[in-house]
């Protein structure tokens, strides 16, 4: 059963019903289910499909093309020597189809690893689908990849055969909260949405990884057994996803490794210091990073928001957690459940919460009726030696001239906002207003897992969202 991915599979039905040939490039992490997207809305109507070897030299590849153009039932005399000839099959094979009229659906996947050294694999892609897959107005090739810089470099914005000959890119993301939800109820989970978003916490929304989870288990005792267990499954995923993603993967590693270690974030000229890398270099793999889904790029409002002088953070939950706790808990196949009421652990808790809302933010704005309305999301931090430290992680500044100021705060239970706490937000709110100089009216909102104990301050809140609402 395909879970979430509502939009992606209407978007595929409409290009395939479409009245021209079309190019599809879909793109994603590892393990986020682009392969088991296609197969499911095309199963059976597939004209061919192959899958690209991964680590795979030349011969492979090519082997692995002529084993799939014969289980699709055309048979060559000979292996093609080279991709053009491959390619010259593929195409004596699909004229038939293409003559019959109906959709014509191609489907390379793990394109990237097709792509060897010197094997021209690319040049025979662009002319395959200039001089002639280009011309049938039913043909539909789609192509997918997790090498998510590889397929943005040498397929979407190609500057040789291929340029601007992709008619639609597709790029696939993890699953948000309600997907997770969807899928864990699915698989005959009788989890709460509290333990549904420590989860989520861990693995983020990425479907192969909640693949792993087995129902008859709690959450801590999955954990033991992914992460610390002896033959963990996700022992070596970490080096693995790099690897997949990026062809050197170590810069990549090294820049989410030191954003790991820094709570709120780095700027550019931060990171440019601890890493040693610089210039476009760095530009290149920060901005590949964001493409994977791996950080985020957010902008920090002073007088004015500086767009050139944005915040860098980890927003990958699966990374977050891996280069936190895994190696902590070598020795120990229950580490997990024998530090489930640790202070480091709650202190991962709110972190990740924090996080979680941020990749949340349009479901936050639905909750507070703001989906309909222009908005601004942006962070701050205190320039002033006095007020040093202070910040406000999400700020959604409105078109009606009003702004959301908003605290996260993770708790188990109901949160109690006392005198102190609410006296230190009010400070906080009123260096930000002095600070930027903003005359725009200022609502404090406060977004937990399971809303405020009644109380004095609470009462002076002027707008909540709960975990309820990120599910949304």
């Given at each position: 059963m395909l879970i979430g991915r509502k939009k992606e599979s209407e978007e595929l039905e409409k290009y395939i019903q479409s009245r021209k040939a079309e190019f599809i490039a879909i793109y994603g992490r590892r393990r986020v289910g682009k392969t088991y997207l296609v197969n499911q809305i095309f199963k059976g109507r597939l004209a061919f499909s192959m899958s690209g070897i991964i680590d795979g030299v030349t011969g492979e590849q090519m082997e692995a093309f002529v084993q799939a153009l014969e289980f699709a039932g055309y048979k060559i005399p000979k292996t093609p020597a080279t991709w053009l000839k491959a390619f010259a099959e593929l195409r004596k094979f699909l004229q038939p189809k293409v003559d019959g009229g109906e959709p014509c659906i191609v489907f390379l996947d793990e394109i990237p690893c097709l792509d060897t050294q010197r094997s021209g694999f690319i040049r025979a892609l662009g002319h395959f689908w200039n001089s002639w897959a280009s011309l049938q107005d039913n043909m539909k090739l789609i192509v997918c990849g997790s090498a998510t810089t590889w397929m943005i470099k040498n397929i979407i914005d190609s500057k040789g055969g291929l340029h601007n000959r992709v008619t639609h890119e597709m790029p696939l993301h993890p699953f948000c909260l309600h997907e997770v939800e969807e899928y864990l109820t699915n698989s005959q989970f009788a989890w709460g949405r509290h333990t549904i978003l420590q989860t989520y916490m861990a693995l983020g929304g990425v479907p192969y990884y909640l693949s792993l989870l087995q129902p008859q288990e709690s959450l801590a005792e999955n954990l033991d057994r992914l992460f610390f267990s002896q033959d963990a499954p996700l022992r070596r995923e970490f080096q693995r996803l790099y690897k997949t993603l990026f062809n050197a993967p170590e810069p990549y590693m090294k820049i989410v490794q030191i954003l790991a270690t820094n709570k709120q974030g780095l700027t550019r000229q931060d990171l440019a210091v601890k890493t040693k890398?610089?210039?476009?270099?760095?530009?290149?793999?920060?901005?590949?990073?964001?493409?994977?889904?791996?950080?985020?790029?957010?902008?920090?409002?002073?007088?004015?928001?500086?767009?050139?002088?944005?915040?860098?953070?980890?927003?990958?939950?699966?990374?977050?957690?891996?280069?936190?706790?895994?190696?902590?808990?070598?020795?120990?196949?229950?580490?997990?459940?024998?530090?489930?009421?640790?202070?480091?652990?709650?202190?991962?808790?709110?972190?990740?919460?924090?996080?979680?809302?941020?990749?949340?933010?349009?479901?936050?704005?639905?909750?507070?009726?703001?989906?309909?309305?222009?908005?601004?999301?942006?962070?701050?931090?205190?320039?002033?030696?006095?007020?040093?430290?202070?910040?406000?992680?999400?700020?959604?500044?409105?078109?009606?001239?009003?702004?959301?100021?908003?605290?996260?705060?993770?708790?188990?239970?109901?949160?109690?906002?006392?005198?102190?706490?609410?006296?230190?937000?009010?400070?906080?709110?009123?260096?930000?207003?002095?600070?930027?100089?903003?005359?725009?009216?200022?609502?404090?909102?406060?977004?937990?897992?399971?809303?405020?104990?009644?109380?004095?301050?609470?009462?002076?809140?002027?707008?909540?969202?709960?975990?309820?609402?990120?599910?949304?």
């Open positions: 890398i610089s210039g476009k270099t760095l530009t290149e793999k920060l901005s590949n990073l964001q493409n994977c889904d791996l950080i985020r790029h957010y902008y920090v409002k002073e007088k004015k928001i500086k767009k050139n002088g944005g915040v860098y953070q980890l927003t990958d939950f699966f990374s977050l957690f891996y280069l936190m706790f895994a190696d902590k808990g070598l020795g120990d196949e229950h580490y997990w459940t024998h530090h489930l009421l640790s202070p480091e652990m709650n202190n991962w808790y709110g972190l990740c919460f924090e996080r979680i809302c941020i990749t949340h933010i349009e479901q936050i704005k639905r909750a507070l009726h703001l989906d309909a309305m222009a908005t601004q999301t942006y962070s701050w931090r205190s320039k002033t030696a006095k007020e040093k430290g202070a910040q406000i992680d999400i700020i959604i500044d409105r078109a009606d001239k009003m702004i959301n100021v908003c605290e996260v705060k993770y708790c188990q239970g109901t949160y109690t906002l006392d005198k102190a706490e609410y006296e230190r937000l009010l400070n906080r709110i009123q260096t930000f207003a002095r600070e930027t100089g903003t005359r725009n009216g200022l609502y404090l909102t406060m977004i937990t897992t399971n809303g405020l104990a009644e109380g004095k301050y609470a009462k002076n809140i002027m707008a909540q969202v709960v975990l309820d609402d990120i599910f949304a």
